[in-house]
């Protein structure tokens, strides 16, 4: 008499996650990549080069140490290096001095 039960729909509560990628204040892209090892949080931008370490405390994570880099980068306390491809310059040279073989000699 009492009729088919009905199936208690479960509330699923979604964690929001911590983003992997962040704007850079300098060209405006989203390529900010955040890597915290020892106490130290490297920071580099993928497109325009921008790099510079900055140390923070053990209980930082990436979006605290992005926090952190933009707030000392906008009052013009952060000493910021240019990322320059010293290995792949090299690799250049090496690959340039390969492929001067002459035609017809086999290496």
């Known amino acids: 008499m009492g009729g088919k ?3 208690r729909t479960k509330i699923i509560r979604v964690k ?3 983003p992997k990628t962040f704007e850079c204040p300098r ?3 989203v390529s900010i990549s955040v890597k915290i090892k020892d106490n130290i949080a490297t920071i580099t931008c993928g497109s325009c080069g921008l790099y510079t370490e900055i140390e923070v405390p053990s209980v930082f994570d990436e979006a605290n ?3 952190k880099f933009i707030d ?3 009052e013009g306390r952060l000493q910021i290096k ?3 491809n010293e290995n792949t310059e090299e ?3 090496i ?3 390969s492929e001067e073989i002459p035609h017809g000699q086999v290496k």
């Open 82 to 84: 240019e990322r320059t």
């Open 5 to 7: 039960r009905r199936k």
């Open 91 to 93: 690799e250049n040279e």
């Open 27 to 29: 060209c405006g892209k």
């Open 72 to 74: 000392m980068y906008l």
């Open 95 to 97: 690959e340039g001095e």
């Open 65 to 67: 140490a992005y926090s």
């Open 16 to 18: 929001p996650k911590l």
